[in-house]
Structures are given as C-alpha cells and as structure tokens.
C-alpha cells in the first residue's frame, strides 16, 4: 500500500495557492479518497493505481458551477506530486504525509 496515506498538500493555479488535505487508499489498482480543500470536501472517482502513479476525477464546486478536473500524481515516499487539469484550466499540486 506504497499511496495510502494523508497528506498536507498545496494546490497552486490560476494565479492563487491553497493548502489541504489528501487521503488516499489503495486496494488492488483501485484508488479510493478525498480531498479537502477551500471549505469543501470532494471524493475522488474512478480512482486507480499502478505502482507509485494515481489518477481519478474529482468535482468541486465553484462560483461558476461544477468543475470536473482529471488528476495524476506521483507517490515517491512521503511525497506526492500531481496535476489537476480541467476544461479550461489546470493546477499542480505537491505535498508530504501527515
């Protein structure tokens, strides 16, 4: 379970940064978690795993609407390093285990 784990994370984007949190858990090459982030709690779906790469979607609510953004990261240790892109937009984020 090399990605299971918390993680305090920031998220930098569209000329703003926010810290959160990841959780993430493993089982088999499926990905199950959240994140939380700006006051909002957002599951991430289709989640999958292989080695140290994750990828799922997440939704979050915006002041525009329902943002659906695909995300990959990198599990190297206690890090996590990704990206979050969306229609018309795109974030990166990193972080270490709580």
Known sequence: ????GTY???VEGLGKRASGRLTL???GT???GSVEIAGQTVAIQNGKVKGNQVT????ASTPVGKLK???TATVNGNEIEGKIKALM?????HGTKA
């Not at 379970?1 to 299971?4: G, H, I, Y």
């Not at 799922?56 to 939704?59: K, L, P, Y």
């Open 69 to 71: 953004g695909n995300v």
């Open 25 to 27: 858990k493993e089982s």
């Open 56 to 59: 799922g979607t997440v939704a």
């Open 89 to 93: 937009a795109s974030a990166t984020f």
């Open 30 to 32: 499926s990905l199950t």
């Open 1 to 4: 379970m090399a990605v299971d």
């Open 8 to 10: 305090n994370v920031t």
